[in-house]
């Protein structure tokens, strides 16, 4: 299986991995036990998907069945934005940890550099977005308090890697500024309609991991109703015919346009045979002219910006 090394630990990331996010609930253990079967072996998971119990349901009934051990999987969490205080960083990382019924994460990020008004866990969890009345409460909690709280995590064991998601270049600078631990991986939304060419050079300079979000485009955000109507990145004809001379899907070139330039993806699929099929995206190799016309198609369309929920939270302003 291909993987990235992550400076600092040495440990390797599946190039490929499994995203949890809409990944129905009442089907998400059997959907993960099977995924293991298939062969996946990185889980993108975080305390905004509600699905941490039933992922981990599937992974301990994969460990149990003898289909894999703990230490193959890598599994990814993140901190949500109504957890920033670093007063709570730790107890939601343990309470994550307890509803994945793991005692530590491979990975865990945090999910955007908003923070919000703390919301306990017992009231409403996963929190959103959103308080009681449906508005948005910015809190003042600098990323420097976080960052040394997810420090912390690295120091009691509770996390072997940590990193960030949703950041340009300004916050990566800033925390790696302070960082006792730098970043070891960058999580952010990459696809042919938004290649952040210049983001993804800053990471390399300085080491740290890319993972690829939302790789098929706008097709995630159909079911929401925020795909913003662009034309479909699976139906485009520039990947159809690239896809037609590989004799691929076009899901899987979307897929190996990251691949190919040593970036991470988390395909998320609730259909078996699409799952196994995005595992497989690393059987062909792309020419660089054919890599060079799929990025040629960025238009920097960014279907998840927070600034569309709430102006307060335009971090890609
Ligand atoms: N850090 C963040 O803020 C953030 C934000 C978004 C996502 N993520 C992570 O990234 C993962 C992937 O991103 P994503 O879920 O937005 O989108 P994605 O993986 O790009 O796309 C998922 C959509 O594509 C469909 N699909 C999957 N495989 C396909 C194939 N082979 N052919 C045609 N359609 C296919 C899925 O439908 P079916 O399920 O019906 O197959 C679903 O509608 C998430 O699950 C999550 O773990 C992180």
């Not at 040495?10 to 499994?18: A, D, E, I, N, R």
């Not at 894999?68 to 920033?84: D, Q």
Request: aromatic share 10%; proline share 4%; with cysteine.
């Amino acid at each position: 299986m291909a993987t990235v090394v992550l400076k600092r630990t040495s440990q390797k990331m599946p190039l490929v991995g499994f995203g949890l996010w809409k990944v129905t609930r009442s089907t998400c253990a059997d959907t993960v036990y099977n995924a293991i079967k298939s062969g996946y072996r990185l889980f993108d998971g975080a305390g905004d998907y509600g699905n941490e119990k039933e992922a981990g349901d599937g992974v301990r009934r994969a460990i149990q069945d003898g289909l894999v051990k703990r230490e193959e999987l890598f599994i990814t969490s993140k901190l949500w934005n109504t957890f920033h205080a670093k007063e709570h960083v730790g107890a939601l990382a343990k309470f994550q940890l307890g509803l994945w019924g793991i005692d530590y994460f491979d990975l865990f990020l945090v999910h955007f550099p908003i923070a919000l008004k703390y919301v306990d866990p017992s009231h409403r969890y996963p929190p959103e977005w959103f308080g009681d009345d449906g508005k948005v409460y910015l809190q003042n909690t600098p990323m420097s308090e976080t960052w040394a709280a997810m420090e912390g995590l690295v120091d009691a064991g509770l996390a072997k890697n940590i990193g960030l998601s949703n950041c340009q270049g300004s916050i990566l600078l800033d925390v790696l500024r302070y960082a006792k631990y730098e970043p070891q991986v960058l999580q952010v939304e990459l696809h042919p309609y938004l290649t952040q060419e210049a983001l993804i050079k800053l990471c390399k300079h300085f080491g740290i991991a890319v993972t690829a979000y939302s790789s098929f485009g706008p097709q995630s955000y159909v079911e929401l109703g925020i795909d913003k109507g662009t034309p479909s990145l699976l139906e485009h004809n520039v990947i159809a015919s690239i896809s037609a001379t590989h004799k691929k899907t076009p899901a899987q070139v979307l897929l190996r346009w990251a691949t190919q330039q040593g970036i991470a993806v988390i395909p998320k699929s609730n259909n078996q045979d699409r799952l196994v099929a995005n595992l497989d995206c690393n059987s062909f190799d792309l020419s660089d002219s054919e890599i060079k016309n799929l990025s040629a198609l960025n238009i920097n369309l960014r279907l998840n910006d927070p600034g569309d929920i709430d102006v307060q939270m335009s971090v890609f302003a």
